[in-house]
């Protein structure tokens, strides 16, 4: 098992272009995340999933939106990037929102917003 | 006032030494109590995780919860170079895959 892997690992954007990081997991788990992580903040939820269909904003959603393509992948979209989003942003899922607690994570996507 | 508070460190420690790890906290509708692990550059990993109060064991590693005081603890026993990390708490309430983070405490231990 691959666990959950995210793409790009790496991406370097100028102010207003647009992007989307990719997710997928094959745990068969219902419920995913995205998160960024910034120095002396720990880890910010942006969006979740709770399940296939569903999504619902987090602690920081401003600036992003969300796909949840089918089970298994879940997109996240800047549309006009700002430096203020430059940020390691992580994927990770769970396997239903009642085991939230329990999230395994991908290994990251470093943006750069110049 | 951040709702997790968490000692940045740097921590560094001779190998067999023994590790303590804390985080409080303000909210006490928190009920789970997660520690995880994250290497250089790559991803968090759950290392355990306890429900309302007490202690819980795994190994190496012992997990405390005070919700009297607000306060949680990861103890490291005879700490290894392996364990050169850094460590994040966090929390979440019942039933509510909202997780919050402390800012993580880096942990290096020396050969």
């Known amino acids: 098992n691959a666990g959950v892997t995210q793409t790009p690992k790496f991406q370097v954007l100028k102010t207003g272009q647009s992007m989307t990081l990719q997710c997928a997991q094959d745990?068969?788990?219902?419920?995913m995340y995205w998160y960024r992580q910034d120095p002396g903040m720990g880890l910010r939820l942006i969006y979740y999933?709770?399940?296939?269909?569903?999504?619902d904003k987090g602690e920081v959603p401003n600036g992003y939106n969300v796909s949840r393509l089918n089970k298994r992948e879940f997109s996240l979209r800047l549309e006009s990037a700002a430096p203020s989003q430059t940020s390691v942003y992580f994927c990770?899922?769970?396997?239903?929102?009642?085991?939230?607690?329990?999230?395994?994570f991908g290994p990251g996507t470093r943006l750069t917003v110049t | 006032q951040k709702e997790v508070e968490q000692d940045p460190g740097p921590l560094s420690v001779p190998e067999g030494a023994i590790v303590s790890l804390n985080c409080t906290y303000s909210?006490?509708?928190?009920?789970?109590f997660m520690w995880y692990r994250q290497y250089s550059r790559k991803g968090p990993e759950l290392l355990m995780y306890?429900?309302?109060?007490g202690n819980k064991e795994d190994g190496r590693f012992t997990a405390q919860v005070d919700k009297s005081s607000k306060y949680i603890s990861l103890f490291i026993r005879d700490s290894q170079p392996s364990d050169s990390a850094t460590y994040l708490c966090?929390?979440?309430?019942?039933?509510?895959?909202?997780?919050?983070f402390g800012a993580g405490t880096r942990l290096t231990v020396k050969p």
């Open positions: 990770a899922s769970s396997e239903s929102v009642e085991l939230g607690h329990e999230q395994y």
């Open positions: 745990m068969n788990h219902n419920s």
């Open positions: 999933s709770a399940s296939e269909g569903t999504t």
């Open positions: 909210n006490s509708a928190f009920q789970y």
């Open positions: 306890t429900y309302s109060s």
């Open positions: 966090a929390m979440s309430k019942y039933n509510n895959n909202d997780m919050r």
